[in-house]
Nanobody, 115 residues
Framework: QVQLVESGGGWVQAGESLRLSCAAS????????MGWYRQAPGKQRELVAT???????NYANSVTGRFTISRDNAKNTVYLQMNSLKPEDTAVYYC?????????WGQGTQVTVSS
């Protein structure tokens, strides 16, 4: 079993920055993909950014150039640096870990961006 604990959400004004963290614990394989997804009210959950343990990344078009995903494999932690935040970035942000025979989600952290 794997547990994911997110932190770093909050309320900011447009143009400001936030950094999210997600620490994984439990039975974690060395080969995995960790990432961030978000869900705004009334919308489907969508991919924000993912990063494989080997370093390859994938970003949603809407955040490219503003958000940066990184990870510390030794700590099983993934980060999301969010710059130039916009009101449309407001959502609950979820951490996800995918590995062989397992797909795990965190409980979510709220990010609110006011104009």
């Amino acid at each position: 079993q794997v547990q994911l604990v997110e932190s770093g959400g909050g309320w900011v004004q447009a143009g400001e920055s936030l950094r999210l963290s997600c620490a994984a614990s439990g039975s974690i394989f060395s080969l995995n993909t960790m990432g961030w997804y978000r869900q705004a009210p009334g919308k489907q959950r969508e991919l924000v950014a993912t990063m494989a343990s080997g370093g390859s990344t994938n970003y949603a078009n809407s955040v490219t150039g503003r958000f940066t995903i990184s990870r510390d494999n030794a700590k099983n932690t993934v980060y999301l640096q969010m710059n130039s935040l916009k009101p449309e970035d407001t959502a609950v942000y979820y951490c996800r870990l995918q590995q062989l025979l397992g797909d795990y989600w965190g409980q979510g952290t709220q990010v609110t961006v006011s104009s």
